[in-house]
């Protein structure tokens, strides 16, 4: 059974919605649940989803990419990657965290320009500098001189460099492969697993802190924050092209920003409205296909890796 969409654009950002809308629920989990142990169940269960989905329409659930990259993937785009994003809505705020941890498609169209010797149009670079900005205003944390950044909030924004330079590593292994689903599927529950074992080793949960309403938002994040989005923007993928359905990633953070400030409380500062201006116009100009990015690397920041994106 191939899947298939007759309106591409509407699937992509109903899968943007999906992933954006999952930031206050996460936040809800880390008040019982601590951050890598909320992480790691919250992505196994997620990935084990997108596997039993293919099973039961009939698609391969191989991703045919090989070991290592599956590894690096697992690693660095979900272990890691969530980690730090889930680390920094416990400490900074779901809103914030919403910003800083969709750098990626910004840092791997940088990337690009290093590595693979791309040349970004006058739009692009437009975007780079405005995008990098955006986040650099959110992670300042003093006076305009000296310098002094929140360390805080470097760390979600490694955690979307360290998906950048995995997207980076494996773009080449992952062209063409059987399944870009399946390989989204195993990366969430492989890196949930080490989430959840590294977890163990560090974290401690209260006890009686886990009840029906832990569960229920693991099940809600699994399916509704990870798998859906993950097949929706598949399926996107099938139908129109990589960097018009990428195009859409804008969303994520406002959606992240705006639904944290009626449920959680955090209302935007200046400093977040104004970071969250810059990054989510950086995202759309550096991805939009308007623009002279190659079609090369637009693929590459709309390629399968980014099928498990988003808590």
Known sequence: MILRARHPHALAAMAMLAWGLAYVPSAWLIE????????????????????IVLLAIGQGIMPRVGVAALAVVAVMQTAVFYGATFWGIERLGAGLAAVLSNLDPIFVA????IVLRERLGRWQWVGLGVGLLGAAVVVWDGPLWPPSLSWEALVVV????????????????????????????????????????????????????VGGREVALVAWLAVVGSAFPAVAYYVALRGAPAGEVS????????????????????????QLAVGLAGVAAGLWLVVTPRGTLSSKLRKTIGRAPDLGKNP
């Open 158 to 209: 490694g955690g979307s460099l360290a998906w950048a330079v995995a997207t980076m590593v494996v773009a080449k292994g992952v062209r063409g492969v059987g399944s870009p689903l399946a390989l989204a599927g195993w990366q969430m529950a492989l890196g949930g697993v080490l989430l959840l074992l590294f977890g163990a080793l560090t974290e401690e949960v209260p006890a009686g802190a």
């Open 247 to 270: 195009a859409w990633f804008f969303l994520i953070p406002v959606i992240g920003v705006l639904t944290a400030w009626p449920l959680l409380g955090e209302a935007p500062t200046l």
């Open 110 to 113: 940088a990337l690009g320009v």
């Open 32 to 51: 019982d649940v601590p951050p890598f142990l909320a992480a790691g169940a919250r992505l196994t269960a997620g990935g084990l989803v997108v596997v």
